[in-house]
Every structure is written in structure tokens, then in C-alpha cells.
């Protein structure tokens, strides 16, 4: 079996594409057509969904859905997430949370007006995503991998004259630059697959074409986990002088250490701080991207609805701000899977560190 073969049964096996078509446009209490409202629009692109709208004909909506995993009350319950109507209807006595702080969550009301929050381990259009990421990487360096053994001696060509650059220099300017020679090498992976998920994804969210196109690395839950993972990496493979330098500070006045522990409160506090500083980074950055493209293409939609005219008028602009901001954020997704990965490798690096440092004049 190949390896499209394998990603197309998968595909298929996590999702079902649906055709639904919509009813009449909806209207305010007036029976007016409702206004365009960017803010929801944009909102709508960027956050997780229960399901993946790919396009709209005309009144015809062609979206993905995708298993709804839920457990509650002792028994687990498996569907799809189409039962819900795009948010409108209720499936066994769930919901999807309309407002609220649960809002665009699967919840299952009770009669007194409360609601319970089931444990939820749905498919959702950010995991679907990353499956789909992940498995393009797996393939990826597979045939990389291959190609290696088949042309040891001969220059790269293909994927490997792409990927090779990237590989060394996130090996030589990252890694044994930030973490020293003698320890590099057992961090290097973790690196490496850090770097390219983060580029990789940073990528695939900038091409509007279904399955790609999710806001992935604009989703504080991925980046937080990534952000986990350096903090858990840095503390269990961190050695005696790292923890040396948190509670006893070498070069530090005993009066920033007794009675009061100063200093070793600031650097506890500091461990904490850097890999928020790592979510909130990623996080924050590649939100914005997202946001202010979708912004100039409301633009679009706003003029024109006070004059036909404005609205094509601005449509050049749009597009050609729009553009402009998809080149920039083509080194915005290589810039920030670096800052990323050379942040970690220095906070390991830190952990690993062996000599103490030297006293400054």
C-alpha cells in the first residue's frame, strides 16, 4: 500500500463530507437581512469547531464533520458531529453551547438550568488538523530517510536538498550553539520535530484549501502543550547545577537569599515564566496574523454594503493588502517555529549546564 493511499484512508476514516443546504438568509426582527458582521466572521475562522466549513454555493454549504467522543454518566456515546446542525439542534441531550463561558462547547443541559459538562475527546477541526500535519511530516522524512540510503553518495536532490539545510542548521546554529557539543545530540530530535511541526503548520494555516488552512499554532491549547513539553524536558533532564542556581544563586549577597529567599522565589517564578513566555509567544503571534488578513477581506464586505462601488473599490486594496500580509506571514511561520525551538534549546541547554559561572569584575 502507498503512502497516499494510507493518508487517503485516513482522511476518510476521520471525517464525512456532507452537503447541507441552507435555508432562506436570516433576517433580523424586521424581517431585514442581518448586517455582515466581521467581528463574528473572524471569530468563527480562527477558533476549534466541531466541524470544517469548506465552502458556500449559493445556499449550499459543503462542510466536514467529524466524531463527536463523549463520556458521561458511565457510558461513553459516539456520533457525528453533523446531528447538531451547525449548532441549532440538540443529539441525545446535548448541545452545543450558543453564550456563555462554554460557549462552542458540548454540553448536556438539566432541567433546573444548569448544564454538565461531559469529558470530551471529540475530533475537532484543529485535531483533524494535526493529524493531517503530522502525517504529511511522517511521510515526508520518510522518503527523506530513503532517499539518504539510496544516494549516500551523491549531492541531495528533491525533498532532501530541501529539507538538508534546515536539518543543519537547526543541528549546528540551534542546537550545538545553545546546548553545548556534549549534549546536543540527545535533545537534537525533540528539536527537530519541534521546528518542522511548527513550520509545517504555520504553513498549512495560510493555504485556504480544506485540509489545510486550520489555525493550528493559533491555538493556545497546541501551543501550550509544545510550550509543556520543553518545561518537562528542561526539569528532568536539568542536573544538580541548574537547581544550584535556583535556590542558591552563586555571586548573589547572602541578603538576597536569608532570610527572606529573594532571589530564589525569582528564579522559581522564572521557570514557570519561560515556557508561558513560549505559549503566549507562538500563541499571540500567529493569532494575529490570521486576524488581520481576515480583517482586510472584511473590508471588503463592509464597503459594500453602503455602496456597491465601495466595495469593489476597496476589493483592490484588500487583495492587495491581503497578499502582501501572506508573503509576511511566510516569514512570520519560519521566524516563530525558530524563536520557538532556539528558545528551548537555550532553557535546556541551561538545564544541562555543567561549569558554574565565572565571577564578573
Known amino acids: 500500500m502507498t503512502s497516499k493511499s494510507i493518508l487517503l484512508i485516513l482522511l476518510l476514516f476521520f471525517t464525512r463530507t456532507e452537503i447541507v443546504f441552507a435555508g432562506p438568509p436570516k433576517t433580523d426582527e424586521h424581517g431585514n437581512k442581518e448586517a455582515f458582521d466581521a467581528g463574528k466572521m473572524i471569530v468563527d475562522h480562527i477558533v476549534d469547531s ?41 443529539y441525545k441531550g ?41 502525517i504529511i511530516l511522517i511521510l515526508v522524512f520518510l522518503h527523506v530517510a530513503n532517499a539518504y540510503k539510496r544516494t549516500k553518495k551523491h549531492a541531495p536532490k528533491g525533498f532532501q536538498s530541501l529539507i538538508e539545510p534546515l536539518i543543519l542548521f537547526i543541528r549546528d546554529e540551534i542546537a550545538r550553539s545553545s ?42 491549547a497546541v501551543t501550550g502543550v509544545l510550550a509543556f513539553f520543553t518545561f518537562m524536558m528542561t526539569i528532568v533532564m536539568s542536573n544538580k547545577y541548574y537547581w544550584q542556581h535556583i535556590f542558591n544563586t552563586p555571586g548573589v549577597p547572602w541578603w538576597l537569599k536569608y532570610p527572606l529567599p529573594l532571589m530564589p522565589i525569582i528564579e522559581v517564578v522564572g521557570m514557570f515564566t519561560k515556557p508561558f513566555v513560549l505559549m503566549v509567544r507562538l500563541f499571540a503571534n500567529i493569532t494575529a496574523g490570521h486576524i488581520i ?12 454594503q453602503a455602496s456597491i462601488y465601495a466595495g469593489y473599490g476597496m476589493s483592490v ?24 525551538t532556539l528558545l528551548s534549546a537555550i532553557f535546556l541547554g541551561m538545564a544541562v549546564e555543567e561549569h558554574a559561572h565565572e565571577e564578573h569584575h
Open 50 to 90: 466541531y466541524e470544517w466549513h469548506i465552502a458556500t454555493i449559493g445556499e449550499t454549504h459543503i462542510s466536514a464533520y467529524f466524531p463527536v467522543i463523549l463520556y458521561d454518566e458511565g457510558s461513553w456515546h459516539v456520533f457525528m458531529s453533523s446531528k447538531f446542525n451547525h449548532g441549532y439542534d440538540s
Open 94 to 134: 446535548y448541545e452545543i453551547a450558543s453564550d456563555g463561558q462554554m460557549k462552542g462547547k458540548i454540553i448536556r443541559p438539566l432541567p433546573d438550568g444548569t448544564f454538565v459538562r461531559p469529558i470530551d475527546i471529540s475530533i475537532t477541526k484543529n485535531v483533524f488538523a494535526i493529524f493531517v500535519s503530522s
Open 179 to 220: 546546548i553545548g557539543e556534549k549534549h546536543y545530540e540527545k535533545f537534537l530530535p525533540y528539536l527537530l520535530t519541534v521546528f518542522f511541526f511548527i513550520f509545517f503548520n504555520n504553513i498549512f494555516g495560510l493555504i485556504p484549501i480544506f485540509p489545510l488552512g486550520a489555525n493550528v499554532t493559533g491555538n493556545i
Open 293 to 304: 488578513i481576515l480583517g482586510f477581506m472584511s473590508l471588503i464586505f463592509v464597503f459594500s
Open 317 to 340: 486594496l484588500s487583495v492587495t493588502l491581503v497578499i502582501f500580509m501572506n508573503f509576511l506571514e511566510l516569514l512570520v511561520a519560519f521566524i516563530q517555529a525558530y524563536v520557538f
